[in-house]
């Protein structure tokens, strides 16, 4: 497993390592640090098989919003947690609207931070109990209708939530890579977004986790 940890303080970021493997006893982690968004996305670049991104809300060079457009643009499968040293809801809100796989303050427990991981790790979206409530609230006060996808769209789109890549995709559905890429782009303009992620949690608002014949 490969982590990329992005936080301006070395302490913290040496802190996050050392806590990150307990993530699976079972594998070994390694754990990239990036002091800086510029560095974070070099790294990025340079390491495709990353499987997660810790990234600091608060970085000297741009802030958490900012970074999670641009990792959606390059790297639209691979999840980004944000790590705030501030309990702020509409921070939580406006990251997770953006794209992230999670939210998490840097006051919470280890365990937490792990089990918050490994949910997302898992295709899941995590926010902490104290947000997700008024989340929720936020979600259903956006009007709207659901878009609407054909059965082939539909079926990618229930692979995509429970986290599979375009890889697994294309050999679960008998599908070429490119079709594949074409039906989840499909998805994304139908949403409205710009992220897998951000699919996710818009379907689930919409029912498609459902099974197909009780979608919408």
Same mark, same amino acid.
Request: charged share 20%; proline share 5%.
């Given at each position: ?62 802030? %958490? ?53 490994? #949910? ?37 789109? #229930?692979?995509?939530?429970? %986290? ?53």
């Amino acid at each position: 497993m490969k982590i990329l940890v992005v936080d301006d303080h070395a302490l913290v970021r040496a802190g996050l390592s050392q806590v990150l493997q307990g993530l699976d006893p079972a594998e070994t982690t390694l754990v990239l640090e990036a002091p800086d968004c510029t560095s974070a996305f070099a790294l990025a670049q340079s390491h495709p098989d990353l499987d997660l991104v810790l990234l600091d809300y608060h970085l000297p060079d741009m802030n %958490g919003l900012a970074a999670l457009a641009v990792f959606g643009d390059k790297h639209p499968e691979l999840p980004v947690v944000i790590l705030s040293g501030s309990a702020n809801p509409s921070i939580a809100q406006r990251v997770l609207a953006q794209g992230a796989a999670g939210f998490i303050t840097k006051s919470g427990l280890s365990e937490e931070l792990l089990h918050a991981l490994r #949910q997302v790790l898992l295709g899941e979206v995590y926010l902490q109990p104290d947000f997700a409530a008024q989340h929720h609230a936020a979600l259903q006060s956006n009007a709207g209708k659901a878009p609407i996808f054909t059965q082939r769209q539909q079926e990618v789109l #229930q692979l995509l939530m429970a %986290g599979h890549s375009n890889r697994d995709i294309s050999e679960s559905l008998s599908l070429s890579d490119e079709t594949v890429k074409n039906h989840v782009s499909s998805i994304l303009r139908g949403f409205g977004v710009k992220t897998r992620t951000q699919a996710a949690l818009e379907a689930g608002r919409w029912g498609y986790d459902k099974p197909l014949s009780a979608v919408r």
